[in-house]
């Protein structure tokens, strides 16, 4: 069984009288985590399924009377898909202002379940995100000989938990069609109301081709045929279902550096790789430096949320062309990472050095990843 990196955090403030949101895109693996915490508090714990209509209406009226025989003898709520109970938000914070000791999980599947539940639970509440397998995760289960081919499985296929248990490539690869298909996208045009499900495929599909580079709004816009406010709304509910995440220029010191654009990278490479339809092998690509920065990414991203403080994370590029993949701010520390698929040193950028000379340049390479891993 992998034991997921979050656990430690998860269980660590379970005695605290606070309300955990656990968040992370479909099939991340969040009831399973939770399962585990259910089977080690069992006789203390409480739970509910928020999908189940019964839940709602065990949870309907909304009094301390209420929710106090509901929850007698318990120390543990854990309300899986909570976003589809009706006023979550306030029977939760009423819960846990009148009944001690109590602490809540409650699982949603978005960033728009944090819409939903508001303002009341402000000072009450922890948020946590579960992401698709990290690297760290998926190596417990393989041998150091295994690596290089755990490695480029992870390239291909990404890190969802359910991949594990087939190593064969038609399914996986059915599998990951379904999963951007039928629930990524699904969350997007259930929330919104998007109505042009091709247009949003087809922005996925353009922001795929670019991972790595600048995206100008304005250009997808001309390119779908679609404004640029309304490509700025889809990034931004791309992001809000854990699909896409961005990266802003860093700028402190010079004029020339460019602090405007955006770069978008996929949360998992299965998923970017499933939207493009190519799962070609890494020997026969062209875009193996693409897949490798889109990879390295997303993991660092893993590693810093599950540190529990990430620190702010930036491209760097000036206007003649000098660039950094990832910079890395900490308070007056600053990291600077450039990914290369081959094993061969990079310079530090002559203007990123003088601007900052505190700043710690690395290259990140597939063989010393894990070293900042």
């Known amino acids: 069984m992998i034991v997921r990196e979050i656990t430690p955090r998860l269980e660590g403030r379970l005695h605290e009288q606070k309300i955990t949101l656990l ?21 203390e ?17 909304r009094s301390e009377a209420n929710y106090r025989r509901i929850l007698s003898g318990k120390r ?23 009944i001690q000791p109590l602490h809540i999980i409650l699982t949603g599947s978005s960033a728009f379940d944090l819409v939903q539940m508001g303002d009341p639970l ?4 922890i948020t946590l995100q579960l992401f698709p397998l990290s690297y760290r995760e998926w190596s417990q289960q393989e041998s150091p000989a295994d690596a ?56 996925l599909q353009l922001v795929a081709f670019q991972v790595g580079s600048e995206v100008s709004t304005d250009e997808l816009g001309k390119q779908l045929g679609i404004s640029k406010n309304t490509v700025e709304r889809y990034l931004d509910l791309l992001s809000k279902v854990f699909i ?15 602090v405007k654009s955006k770069k ?13 339809g190519d799962f070609t092998l890494l020997s026969l690509r062209t875009d193996k430096g693409q897949l490798w920065e889109q990879y390295f990414m997303g993991e660092r991203l893993k590693y810093n949320e599950y540190q529990g403080i990430p620190p702010e994370s930036f491209f760097w590029r000036t206007y003649d062309q000098q660039k950094i993949d990832l910079v890395e701010v900490r308070g007056q520390q600053m990291a600077a990472f450039e990914c290369k698929w081959k094993d ?22 597939p063989g010393n990843f894990t070293d900042w891993l």
């Open 23 to 43: 968040l992370g895109a479909r099939r991340t693996g969040k009831t399973e985590l939770l399962r585990t915490v259910f089977r080690r508090r069992q006789d």
């Open 45 to 61: 714990t409480l739970w509910l399924n928020g999908e189940d209509m019964d839940t709602a209406t065990l949870l309907e009226y």
């Open 76 to 98: 543990l709520l854990i309300i899986d898909e909570a976003q589809y109970i009706p006023d979550i938000a306030r029977k939760a914070k009423l819960m846990i202002d009148t």
């Open 122 to 125: 402000v000072g009450r509440s």
């Open 148 to 203: 290089g081919r755990l490695l480029e499985d992870k390239i291909l296929y990404g890190n969802y938990p359910e991949l594990t248990r087939t190593s064969n490539s038609s399914q996986r690869i059915e599998y990951l069609r379904e999963l951007v298909n039928t629930y990524l996208l699904r969350d997007i045009l259930a929330f919104d109301a998007v109505k042009n499900a091709r247009k949003l495929q087809a922005l």
């Open 244 to 258: 896409l995440f961005p990266r802003t220029g860093f700028s402190k010191n010079l004029r020339k550096e460019v």
């Open 264 to 276: 978008w990278y996929f949360y998992d490479n299965g998923i970017r790789n499933a939207v493009l």
């Open 344 to 365: 061969s040193p990079a310079k530090t950028p002559v203007a990123f050095a003088k601007a900052y000379p505190d700043a710690v340049f690395h290259t990140a390479h």
